[in-house]
């Protein structure tokens, strides 16, 4: 039993990306839910939220196969909302309403829905990700489509995340066999932009990579990779292990971006006498364009194309690392900018005091008394991390 009454009606729950939508059905007769139905619908066109509500009306109620209830449940309703409640009603041959609940039971019941599509979508993509069939279709359209001269069995794809110019961050995921490969992925510590300036942090990290395959006899790209390495005080043999992690080249660059992202990557090749070497393509995230260096216009890539879903993973999964490595450093400059340089507290007393107490901001509430309490404190150290904090007690 769902609801207290005896009541009829169907709730549907959807979750989407760029390239698809999974759309979920509970049937509900007399107050229990009495069966489920599913589809996933292609997004052929650039659509979403309520148009594709009307889709999956259009898709679910062909042939109703649990008859059409009085009353159904939507996350939104259609844009032709009346014309769908008349349509629903000449099939039931009674009024039928479309409507979104708000709360109480049947807005629970459509959350579990939009759950299930949730987990139907993932369970998707997995199947779709290891379908080896499939990916060898996306790498054979990806040839065709951006003019390469063979499949690109490895897609190195880069993301740029910072937070109002702060804690610059890159990322490089690596794509083999249209296979995610998180033990080649790489992060890269912006070091020569200040401000927010994504071409620029996209320069280093594409030059910072790509150095490593100059080409033999070639030692300008080894000579910037020295320079910028320098500055982090990087010696020999850690410049070695970068080289030996670099070594295979990728036959495809996906820069998460536009026409700018792709003039940097393009500039990046010929000063490294890469071009003609290494290919290169831009994807645009608001309506999934790609570009080439060889057409001004976007590439014209079907979107529910095995192609566009694997460019559109490899993007997704560069800026989910490029993110978690940006949270790693925003969380250690933070901790960093409140504990650091009160007297006696080093690096383990201040681990220790973190997790006894619960974190930097319940360190900084803490009473006088509390840190005193703590025995493993030294008592002038706790009336130091005191006084930082609210001043002298």
């Not at 109703?64 to 909302?81: F, I, Q």
């Not at 829905?113 to 369970?123: D, G, K, W, Y």
């Not at 608001?286 to 095995?306: D, G, H, K, L, Q």
């Not at 960093?336 to 006696?344: F, T, V, Y």
């Amino acid at each position: 039993m769902v609801t207290g009454k005896e009541e009829d009606f169907d709730v549907l729950g959807m979750c989407e990306d760029d390239l698809e939508a999974s759309v979920q059905v509970f049937h509900v007769r007399n107050g229990r839910v009495v069966g489920r139905n599913g589809i996933l619908l292609d997004k052929v066109e650039d659509v979403s939220g309520n148009t594709v509500v009307a889709l999956a009306l259009d898709k679910l109620y062909e042939d109703p196969l649990n008859g059409v209830p009085p009353e159904v449940l939507l996350p939104e309703l259609p844009e032709d909302a009346d014309l769908y409640s008349e349509w629903l009603g000449q099939l039931r041959g009674h009024r039928a309403v479309l409507r979104v609940p708000k709360r109480g039971p049947k807005k629970a019941l459509q959350e579990t829905v939009t759950h299930n599509a949730s987990q139907e979508l993932a369970r998707h993509r997995l199947r779709r990700a290891s379908d080896h069939n499939a990916r060898a279709r996306a790498l054979r359209e990806l040839q065709e489509y951006l003019g390469l001269a063979e499949a690109p069995l490895r897609i190195e794809c880069y993301d740029m995340s910072h937070l109002q110019g702060s804690n610059y961050v890159g990322s490089m995921v690596v794509m083999e066999d249209g296979l995610l490969r998180p033990g080649e992925y790489r992060r890269f510590r912006i070091r020569d932009v200040l401000g927010n300036d994504d071409f620029a942090a996209m320069e280093e990290v594409l030059t910072r990579r790509l150095s490593y395959l100059a080409g033999d006899g070639d030692t300008k790209g080894q000579q910037m990779m020295k320079d910028l390495d320098s500055q982090a005080s990087i010696g020999p043999e850690a410049n070695a292990r970068r080289a030996e992690r670099f070594a295979y080249p990728p036959q495809l660059l996906l820069l998460d971006g536009g026409k700018g992202q792709l003039s940097v990557g393009v500039r990046v090749l010929q000063r490294l006498s890469l071009s003609g070497t290494v290919a290169v393509a831009a994807l645009a995230k608001r309506v999934e364009e790609v570009f080439v260096p060889t057409s001004a216009e976007p590439v014209e890539i079907p979107r529910p194309s095995e192609a566009l879903y694997l460019l559109q993973r490899a993007r997704d999964e560069a800026h989910r690392y490029a993110i978690s490595y940006h949270r790693v450093l925003r969380g250690k400059a933070m901790t960093k900018s409140r504990l650091d340089g009160i007297p006696g507290l080093g690096p383990t007393r201040q681990r220790r005091l973190r997790s006894e107490l619960g974190g930097v901001r319940a360190v900084q509430s803490a009473t006088l008394k509390e840190l005193l309490s703590l025995g493993w404190l030294p008592e002038g150290v706790a009336r130091q991390v005191y006084e930082h904090f609210h001043g002298t007690a």
